[in-house]
Structures are given as C-alpha cells and as structure tokens.
C-alpha cells in the first residue's frame, strides 16, 4: 500500500458511523487508520464492532489535531499519508490523481483535493475550497472561498495548480518530508498548523499542489464551530506564532507590528458587535504568543523566502476594492 489514511478522531463516534463507510468503500487500495485522541464516548466500541478493517491507533490523552497526528503517525509505514478530518465524505478514485503527483513530481510534497461543502455540493467549502494563500500580513484565503465569500463550483479551478498551503480538512503529505519536518508544530495544537507546515516546506524548497480531480466534501465545524471563542484564540494565537517562525528576517518586525494593530481592530469590531467573549479571546491569544514568543524565535529555520504571499492585502483587495473571488485579485 503505498498511502495511508489517517482519520483523527475525538468523541466522534457518530460522525465515524457516517462518514468512514465512504472512505472504506473508495480506498480499497490504501490502509485506513483512526487515531483516537482518548475519546470518551464509543468511539474505539464502533470501530471494533463495525468497522473491523480499520486499523486503530490509541493516543494516551486528547493532544488536539497538531500533536494527536504527530503522535499517530509515529506507527504508520506507508510512504503516502492522507490526513483526513472525521467529517469528510470521499468520492470514488479520489486518491489515485494525488498518488500519480506524487509518483512523477518528487518536489511536490504536500497536495490537496478539490473541497466542496457537504451541506451544499454545488459551492466551495470554507476550510480549503480549491487550496490556499496568504497576504503578505499572514492572513489566509483560498481559491474559492475568500472571507466568507464562498464560490459556486463551475469549473472555475479545475486547473492543477500549486498553492502556498494545503488545508487540514483532507492533507496529503509524504511521510519523509514530514518527518523532515518534524511534523506540526504541537504548540498550536489545532488550527493553521497546516499553514505553518507548508510555510517550513515551501522554505526548504518542497511546494504543495491543488488537485481538482480528487473530489472530497466536508461539513466543516464538526468539532469546534465558527462561533465558539475558543477558535478565535486559536486562530489569532496560531496565527502570529506562524509568522513569528516564517517571515524573513527584514520583514519580521514590521509585519507582526501590523499585525498586532490590525488584531485590535478586529477586538473592537468584536466589541461593536457585542461579542465580547471574541475580543477577550484575542486578548488571551497575543498573552499566549508573547508567553510563546522566545521559544517559537528558536524554531526559526535557517533560510526563510521573500517571496511568500500572493497578494499584498486581502483585507483591503476584499472589503475596499470589493474583489470577492480569487480571480479578481491579479
């Protein structure tokens, strides 16, 4: 077997019950492991019972997406990983397009399928959409979805492209590369690790692709919703850290000094909107980075490129210039 699908799964029993009979079904040609993070619902009793083909990976403690996969992965052979979110539906022959990238293109380390929306086949889904980018002040987007604009899918982005990130939904990445990069960095422990991960690759010279041919739908905010606070931290928190580890060095200072500007803006948008509990959060989350900050200067590689984003600023392309979709910005 040449891939390995990875589900990571966390008191999710009934999404396991839904969605991994379609992953069985369509990967007749890979080894399909769940890792548990210690759930405390049935988690591990339905796949026994249910699912006896799966094999089971049983982390010691609920370690979140970043360090619960570093943990698995620990026990996976195949040289091919596909890490796959607990929420996603698969579609027939949806890994052998990524397997043949990886066969014929050795640089290309990281790829993504096409992501469609579960709830609403015809668009684009939030998480990934047709793969990612960044601005130059470290905000993402993607094809297909930015902000909350989220494309109808008409073959728009059909195209196999490569992308700066891969999103964590549904993540192909070659076992060597990632153990060269000593995988996610378990300091985020869920959200944008998959960003930072293709930032340190894009860096040493690997580059992840977008393949529109593979097809997957995703429900998106299964496990934790758009409205809790505690993603907001996460993704206000996790997103200085990357910078933090990956811009170069000349734009290092500069660039998070915006950064932190803009994040107080968005804690009075917050404010403004009532949703007080947010602008805590990004609070808590610039507390945490500063905590954080003397170790992730250390992860800093060695080598970091200049040329990292695909449009100056997606704030100002978006909500002023009013350029929704992604083929608007250039």
Excluded at 155 to 172: D, H, I, L, R
Excluded at 176 to 198: K, P, R, W
Excluded at 213 to 237: D, I, M, Q
Aim: proline content about 3%; some cysteine; glycine content about 6%.
């Amino acid at each position: 077997m040449k891939t390995a699908v990875v589900i990571l799964n966390w008191n999710g029993a009934k999404l396991l019950k839904q969605f991994l009979p379609s992953i069985i079904q369509f990967s007749e040609n890979a080894t399909v492991y769940v890792a548990d993070n210690a759930s405390t619902d049935t988690s591990i009793e339905v796949l026994k019972k249910e699912f006896p083909s799966v094999k089971i990976i049983e982390n010691t403690g609920n370690f979140g997406f970043a360090k619960g996969y570093n943990e698995a992965l620990k026990f996976v052979e195949e040289p091919y990983y596909a890490l796959v979110n607990s929420d996603i539906e698969v579609t027939e022959n949806w890994l052998l397009p990524i397997e043949a990238i990886f066969d014929k293109e050795p640089k290309t380390a990281i790829i993504q399928p096409k992501l469609l929306d579960y709830k609403k086949k015809t668009h684009f889904e939030y998480a990934g959409a047709a793969g990612g980018f960044i601005d130059k002040y470290g905000y993402p987007f993607c094809k297909g979805r930015i902000f909350n604009t989220l494309e109808e899918d008409l073959g728009q982005y059909n195209q196999e492209t490569e992308v700066f990130w891969a999103t964590g939904a549904c993540f192909f990445i070659r076992k060597e590369v990632f153990s060269t990069l000593n995988g996610f960095d378990a300091d985020f422990f869920a959200h944008q690790e998959e960003i930072d991960l293709c930032w340190r690759a894009n860096n040493l010279g690997f580059s992840a692709k977008y393949c529109p041919t593979s097809v997957v739908y995703h429900v998106g905010g299964a496990t934790l919703n758009e409205g809790n606070p505690k993603k907001t931290f996460l993704n206000f928190r996790n997103s200085l850290l990357m910078l933090i580890k990956n811009l170069p060095k000349e734009k290092l200072i500069p660039i998070l000094f915006i950064r932190l500007c803009l994040d107080g803006i968005a804690g009075i948008q917050f404010i403004s909107q009532g949703k007080f509990k947010h602008t805590f959060a990004i609070l808590k989350a610039h507390f945490y980075f500063y905590h954080l900050l003397s170790r992730n200067l250390k992860k800093r590689q060695s080598c970091q490129k200049k040329e990292y984003f695909h449009t100056k600023s997606i704030v100002w392309s978006y909500f002023v210039q009013k350029k929704k979709t992604f083929n608007r910005l250039k």
